[in-house]
């Protein structure tokens, strides 16, 4: 390719203004982590810096002190996400494998049935009201796996990945082989799917691990508190966040940088799955996808 | 039995119809249940009768959510910051695909990739946290830096007009990196023939950006902008809440549909307001979700929604 003086400028302003969204998407990151870690009086002093002088565990040292309800939190974000994901990938993917085969009549009635959901609403008060009272669903820890379940866009873009990667061909002759509809999906559609089901996967996982809505509205017993709900509760108060560590007040306490710890603490593991799914983003989100 | 009837083909394709079940019955229980439950607006709900049997006061929750002098402030609020959102948000996310997409230096492109990723990956909790970390009045790091500068520190907490610009800001930095790779998956599917074509007809890369590449993600943003606009009543309800929650000094310009509809039923525990409300940002929306579409059909059947 012909490089010439407008490459050249193209490049310069191109890695410019990447360059910058990249810092002002991950300085913060950085000054999250680094700030967890400064002592008490150094913030009391000189306030947080990017790179501060005095290191300190004693936030980490704090909510690990008694880690019952962060481990508690934990062990119920860890199991309503991994059943929630499951469960919702494996039945979206078999409700967008009906939705593509062709000898389904009423394939764009299901999928319209889907899409109204999105188009009205009742509004947040039956919602709740018809949850809490009708379904009996409120402190119940269903209601954390069932609420997050679905989502129909999700639904729609799987269908369009099968529709645009496997050949009605291949449904045909396994059919011929004596193949059952749902023996076809299992071992043709399935296996076949994994770009979209490792990106619509990781889509689903973050919506469970980072959901603090459904159990502000819906769970008032502690013991089923999520990690995200429980560190908004940190948040939004520091003799709270005294409580819900250690039964007394310390006067000594890390207040400050317990809030970020915390914070540092809740993000945790999901950050890690990134890199695994990552190659698979851009083949399994296509976009002809968003459209209904 | 007729052979296109419709019982003969639930018959003939039932394993496929009894796979697609469980989404209809879940979308039967939590969504298509609960939009019928939108009769609430036109009743005055007791506990002890529930939706179906409390006594029924016509249009009296409106009249009253509408003369509480909230229902223009909210409005206002929710569509106007949605115009900002959608504003920076696809120009931010278009240049990023752009540029991701031609320049050279493939490991840099990963890297910056991966960190633009990052913020979706957060929760709006962990935001409010990485928030006050920064503007936090005492002990902020950018407070830390204006008064080590030696200047005055600002407290953006009790100063609405900060949020006009902050909020966007914000909503860029979370989802451009999912934004871009929409717009790059867009890029990718393009043909490479035509690319080909203007370089041999002595086309600069900035030429072929403006009269090849922008006029051919065109549909690729029409349709995010379509989804977006019927979504123009719906606020970003965890933004809002997390990052302002209910800080009264900031709430007159930071108050959108959805914090008034929650506020009210959890918190001052008024179900007529919050089904009013509620119910008011429904039907708007579905009224502005068909006007665009018939809009967009008139127009070019192929951009429309349905």
């Known amino acids: 390719m012909r490089k010439g003086k407008d490459y050249i400028l193209f490049n310069i302003v191109g890695y410019i203004f990447i360059t910058i969204i990249g810092l002002f998407t991950f300085i913060p990151f950085v000054a999250l982590v680094v700030s967890s870690f400064a002592s008490e009086n150094y913030i009391i002093n000189h306030g947080y810096t990017l790179i501060p002088r005095e290191f300190s565990l004693s936030a980490y040292k704090l909510i690990f002190q008694n880690p019952q309800r962060i481990f508690r939190a934990y062990l119920v974000t860890i199991i309503v996400t991994s059943v929630g994901t499951s469960l919702s990938l494996f039945l979206s993917t078999m409700a967008a494998y009906v939705m593509y085969r062709k000898d389904v009549k009423y394939r764009n009635a299901l999928a319209f049935f889907l899409y109204f959901t999105t188009l009205f609403n009742g509004g947040l008060a039956p919602y709740y009201i018809i949850l809490a009272n009708y379904y009996h669903l409120k402190n119940n820890v269903l209601v954390l796996i069932l609420v997050p379940l679905f989502n129909v866009f999700y639904i729609l873009i799987l269908r369009n990945f099968i529709r645009g990667s496997i050949p009605d061909s291949l449904i045909e002759s396994a059919k011929i082989d004596g193949a059952g509809d749902f023996t076809i999906f299992l071992r043709i559609v399935l296996p076949l799917s994994k770009p979209a089901l490792a990106s619509i996967g990781l889509f689903i996982a973050l919506n469970y691990w980072n959901d603090w809505w459904t159990p502000m509205m819906f769970i008032e017993k502690q013991s089923l508190y999520p990690l995200q709900y429980t560190l908004y509760l940190i948040l939004s108060s520091v003799n709270v966040a005294a409580n819900i560590l250690q039964n007394v007040v310390r006067i000594d306490m890390p207040k400050e940088s317990l809030k970020l710890a915390m914070t540092v603490v809740a993000t945790g593991p999901i950050i890690f799955l990134y890199p695994f799914v990552q190659r698979y983003f851009v083949r399994g989100i296509t976009l002809g996808a968003v459209k209904g | ?306």
């Not at chain 2, 949605?82 to 492109?109: D, H, R």
């Not at chain 2, 790059?184 to 080909?196: K, P, T």
């Not at chain 2, 970003?236 to 929650?245: K, L, R, T, V």
């Open chain 2, 1 to 306: 039995m007729k052979k296109n009837g419709f019982w003969y083909e639930i018959k003939k394709n039932k394993v496929l119809y009894a796979m697609f079940l469980p989404v209809a019955i879940y979308y039967i229980l939590f969504a298509y249940i609960p939009m019928g439950g939108i009769v609430l607006a036109f009743k005055e709900f007791n506990y002890r009768d529930g939706i179906l049997f409390s006594p029924w006061n016509g249009f009296k929750n409106f009249e009253y959510f509408f003369a509480s002098g909230r229902a223009w402030l909210v409005t206002k609020n929710t569509i106007l910051y949605n115009i900002a959102f959608l504003a920076a948000y696809t120009v931010f996310s278009v240049a990023c695909a752009i540029f991701i997409a031609e320049l050279a230096g493939k490991i840099f492109k990963k890297f910056i990739q991966s960190v633009m990723f990052l913020p979706y990956f957060v929760s709006w909790v962990v935001v409010a946290a990485m928030m006050y970390n920064f503007f936090n009045y005492d002990y902020g790091l950018i407070n830390t830096l204006i008064k080590n500068l030696g200047g005055e520190p600002i407290d953006i907490y009790s100063n609405p007009t900060y949020w006009y610009f902050l909020l966007p800001m914000l909503y860029v930095w979370k989802w451009v990196g999912y934004g871009s790779v929409l717009y790059l998956a867009a890029i990718m599917g393009f043909d490479e023939e035509c690319y080909e074509a203007a370089i041999i007809d002595g086309a600069n890369i900035f030429q072929r950006i403006f009269y090849i590449t922008i006029p051919m993600l065109k549909p690729t943003m029409i349709i995010l902008i379509l989804l977006a606009l019927g979504r123009i009543l719906r606020g970003e309800f965890d933004m809002f809440y997390q990052i302002i929650g209910n800080n009264g000094l900031l709430l007159d310009y930071t108050d959108i549909i959805d914090t008034l509809v929650f506020r009210s039923l959890m918190q001052v525990q008024d179900i007529g307001m919050a089904s009013a409300a509620g119910a008011y940002q429904s039907v708007l929306c579905f009224v502005i979700i068909m006007f665009v579409n018939w809009i967009v059909r008139r127009y070019d059947k192929d951009y429309a929604l349905f």
